[in-house]
């Protein structure tokens, strides 16, 4: 990978600063035919994390001044010789450079090929790599903090551990399988157990917390539903912060999905609201409600409005029923109000209900906490490792299963040679994991989705 790569790294939109990144053995070559140091100094010459201020420029004249930050190999992100140019961030001052860059001899890096230089070059593994487009992509805290945890290694970490008890117990069973005469002492099964039963642990936590995971990076698909005049789109407009809804007395009011995406505490949901659900003889407001049941069947999690101030009506009854079997929450709306509703009904069937006034904004920290409990979010903290995408997970996965499969053989009384060959699988599942053994295949694939620039 001797070619140099050049890429603008700072987000496409105006801004007091911009980055161009350019990464590659002869950098620096390419580098000093667009930039001029003030003191005439050279970039080659300079050793690592060093800065000159200058002028990038092109065979047109100077494009802009510039502070050229130098980073040598192999102490710098990519394992390569690095030159970062921090110019004013304007959109045509940036292109007109990245420009300069390419017309001195690099090329535009490709996705995400800044970090899988750095998995090539030994910099990251894989798992690391990963975690670095979850950092970026992160949009509350807890994805920020265990995105940084794992950018930081620390699922690699557990996964060396794991890989290392693993194949020391392979390695046993290995001598004392292939080299029977020898003097080799035999591996106790208990010993082996321990050692598979530890793994076992620590894979099955790890999968037993990939959804909740799933949900604090990508945020869950959510619905709104209710019957009409409960509530439903003041509720969406307080949780989005603005007017996305018309709110107004006449039923009926909301025909179509109205959606948004907001944050609640740790929680980003993909919030829509539906039409009122009741039986109509308006046409167009019969397709509305359609389309509330149908995304109420696709959605992973219900919030099901309820008017705490009126007694349930038998709407209100065959809304409960059917939502109760997917995963929801009741919300008893309307609390600044004389209730007047069967709660007791409401609590029977659904496991998490809250009290609110969508109107008067109360009752907002009981919806977070039922939030959490409901996605699993209030079982993390941000210090557990998480799994972050579904190659990691089907990693693990094939792993767990082959741990399960040796110490099913030990329990059996098979030959130790047939559980050797179950704990090699597992070792190969975590070699995967980390990139140390994959195809090329798979990398491409892993830094197909990340941005031009990182």
Known sequence: MGDVIAAIATAAT?????????????????????FRAKSNRRLSDLAGYNALYGWVYDDQGDIDECIALIFKAPRSYTGENVIE???????????????????AGARPAEPGEFTKRAFINGKIDLTRAEAVMDLINANN??????????????LFKCMQKIKHDLTAAAAGLS????????????VEPKFLDNVLANAQRQ?????????????????????????????KSTLMNLLAGCERSIVTPIAGTTRDIVEETIRLGDVVLRLADTAGQRITADDVENIGVQRARERMDRASLVLVVFDGSQPLTEDDLKLAVSASNQTAIAVINKSDKPQLINDEYIRR????????????????DSLID????????????????????????DCAR???????????????????????????????????????????TVVDEVFSRFCVGK
């Open 370 to 393: 039922a939030l959490n409990e409901v996605t699993g979010l209030s079982g993390l903290s941000g210090e557990q490792l998480l799994l972050s995408t579904e190659r990691q997970r």
């Open 14 to 34: 105006p801004a007091g600063i911009g980055l161009i990144r350019l990464s590659g053995n002869a950098v620096f070559e390419v580098g000093e035919r667009i």
């Open 175 to 186: 001598a004392y399988v292939d080299y029977p005469d020898d003097d080799i002492p035999e």
């Open 203 to 231: 894979l099955s936590d790890l999968l037993d917390n990939f959804e909740s995971g799933r949900i604090v990076r990508e945020g869950i698909d959510t619905v709104i539903v209710g019957t009409p005049n409960v509530g």
């Open 349 to 364: 069937l659904f496991k998490h209900v809250v009290i609110v006034s969508a109107q008067k904004g109360k009752g907002l």
């Open 398 to 440: 094939r792993c767990l299963e082959s741990v399960n499969e040796a110490r099913d053989a030990i329990l059996a009384g098979i030959t130790l040679d047939a559980v050797g060959v179950s704990i090699d699988s597992a070792i190969s599942a975590l070699l995967e994991m980390t990139g140390e053994r994959v195809t090329e």
């Open 85 to 103: 140019l921090s110019c004013h961030g304007g959109l045509y001052i940036l292109q007109r450079a990245l420009r300069a860059a390419i017309s």
């Open 141 to 154: 805290r807890l994805a920020a903090k265990t995105a940084l945890s794992s950018s930081e290694g620390a």
